[in-house]
């Protein structure tokens, strides 16, 4: 008689007392039953725990690891939550899948990618990859950047990569992302289907298509959905309220028929709609699961009392979402601090100084953030700390003054300061459309043989080493620099708005889709600069301010600085100490979320973020007034989510002089 082979399913010996290990909110999401289940983990909930303790019960409760797909939004998150894993269940995960989206789409299309007519041995193209063989099909496609100012690769790929996202033509896409290219649509449309069939032919994909591929794959092919189906028993997905719609279509489609799906999310931190994350993803889940259980888990581990108080508050106020409020275990602290300053350069000051007290009382550096909504909003803060010598790292980006678009800027003061510095008319001349180094070498050796440089650029000598193509823009150029050198006893700031009307604003529009954004970082240096009558005087500051940035903070260890983030990137973060600045209408929330109850509603998430990333002490910064380029003071009204805050929720402390 034939023998009949079969699996038995042999479950590890029960090694974790979960009731000792959880509290009772964690513990009810982690013992779950099969079928569909949302666990809203509030902020400093342990989100991570419940995570790590689900796979581990499902380990033992006989589940197989390669039947469980745990999908998370970085390759750090997957890899500390599989290693607690190991630690706590004595299994050999190996065979569990586990990683990003991006990385499960990848193995599963290295399998299936002839399906689709790729070949399995496609490369994946990282960001400055793409970059570079977009704007290789910007030039076989007959585009002269300069002359049309097309936008650069960089925009280009944002543009493309939010429209492949969020399921939106590119129409919609550029309106949204970069509203100024718009009379540029065809032509970026071409670009962008000339980009895909150009990957294609070179056997490339980028990471946009690692999703859209494996969406695709799941839905024109039924056999391999219903294999992968089969596979993953059990879906596991960290971080849900960050999906956009390809990756919940994925999870739709793989939990098609057992529907073991758990999410877990908060949706009171979904604040990247600007990546194409969607609200309605965490929003809806129930709606789309019938029978779908959700688990509340509101026990945070991370504020104080006081701290929780102000956070629950935010989210009285909030229009939509799932109801919680977080309950404190740590012991009570300070009730949050309220400053209004009479101005921008007052709250920098404010900061600064308290941070030296702080710093005094033995709190580590590394312990204290400012936060912002806006990079330009730590201008001021950036130049108060460095003049005092408190050594910061910058997380949403480059240092004020470091910042491209702002070094271009100043090269036009420098110019008219000093004729003869060669660096700063350099940087400017190849940035001239169709003028590129070679030419703007020989320019500058005939500007360098002067006798005064600013009165030989206009003349016939210079305009001869000029391509004829380069003739408009170089023509604009000279006139900008000849109203420079006329107005310049009017002061930095007005030069910088002379520049700001000049043909630089056309460059900056065609090189970035966060055109406005910048613009917004000039517009705030100009104010700044209208402190200072004399131009050498205030490029003498910016140059002592960068050697000292330079010299005395950036050798320093990254432990040993405070931070300066946008409240964006501060987000799965925590410290001890956070100043949260700018907190004005128009500013905080800023003017563009106006109009929109949607975006309204992100912003008051991303304040309740801002706040819920504080250990024991929070500050809440609104500056009374805002210097304008005229050099007036602007009253400014204090941030509606200030003024939806109770009394009992903080404390005012008032400034004065001693």
Known sequence: ?????GIKRVAPAAT??????????????????????????????????????????????????????????????????????????????????GGTFHHVGNRVLREHAALLGL???????????SRVLLEGVVREAGIDTRAKRFPGGRALLEIIGYSRNTGMDIGGAVEIKAGHFIRLLPQIENVAKRYIRRKQELNYLDFDDLLIYFDRLLSQHPEVAEEYRRRFRQILVDEYQDTNIIQAKIVDQLGAEHKNIMVVGDDSQSIYSFRGALFSNIRDFPKRYRGCRVYTVETNYRSTPQI??????????????????????????????????????????????????LLDEGVNPREIAILYRSHYHSMEVQMELTRRDIPFTVRSGLRFFEQAHIKDVLAYLKIIDNPRDEIAWKRIMVKLPRIGT????????????????????????????????????????VETIRELRENAARGPSELIALVLKSDYDAYLQSKFTNYERRLEDLQQMANYAARYGDLEKFLDELAMIGGLSAHDVYRRKQDEMVVLSTIH???????????????AEGKFPPASSYGSDENMEEERRLF???????????????????RQRTGTEVIQRPSRFLDELPEDCYEEWELYDI
């Open 16 to 97: 974790i007392d979960y009731e000792a290990e959880l509290n009772p909110q964690q513990l009810k999401a982690v013992l779950a039953p099969d079928g569909p289940a949302l666990v809203i983990a509030g902020a400093g909930s342990g989100k991570t725990r419940i995570v790590t303790y689900r796979v581990a019960h499902l380990l033992e409760r006989g589940v197989r690891p390669e039947e469980i797909l745990l999908l998370t939004f970085t390759k750090k998150a997957a890899e500390e939550m599989l290693r607690r894993v190991e630690e706590l269940v004595p299994v050999n995960i190996s065979r569990l899948w």
């Open 119 to 129: 070949q399995t041995d496609y490369t994946i193209l990282d960001r400055e990859d």
């Open 569 to 583: 990137q501060s987000k799965g973060l925590e410290w001890d100490v956070v100043f949260v600045i700018w907190l």
């Open 608 to 626: 309740y973020v801002a706040g819920t990333r504080c250990r024991e002490e929070l500050y809440l910064l609104q500056p009374l007034t805002a």
């Open 1 to 5: 008689m034939k023998k009949r082979y």
């Open 308 to 357: 929780l108080h102000l956070a629950n508050r935010v989210l009285a106020s909030a229009g939509e979402g799932f109801q919680k409020t977080l309950h404190p275990v740590k012991k009570p602290g300070p009730r949050p601090a309220v400053i209004r300053p009479e101005n921008v350069y007052e709250q920098a000051d404010f900061v600064a100084q308290r941070i030296l007290e």
């Open 438 to 477: 070679r030419t703007s070498e020989k320019i500058w050796d005939l500007l360098r043989a002067s006798s005064d440089p600013l009165r030989t650029l206009p003349t016939g000598e210079i305009a001869a080493v000029v391509p004829s193509g380069a003739r408009p823009g170089w023509d604009g150029f």
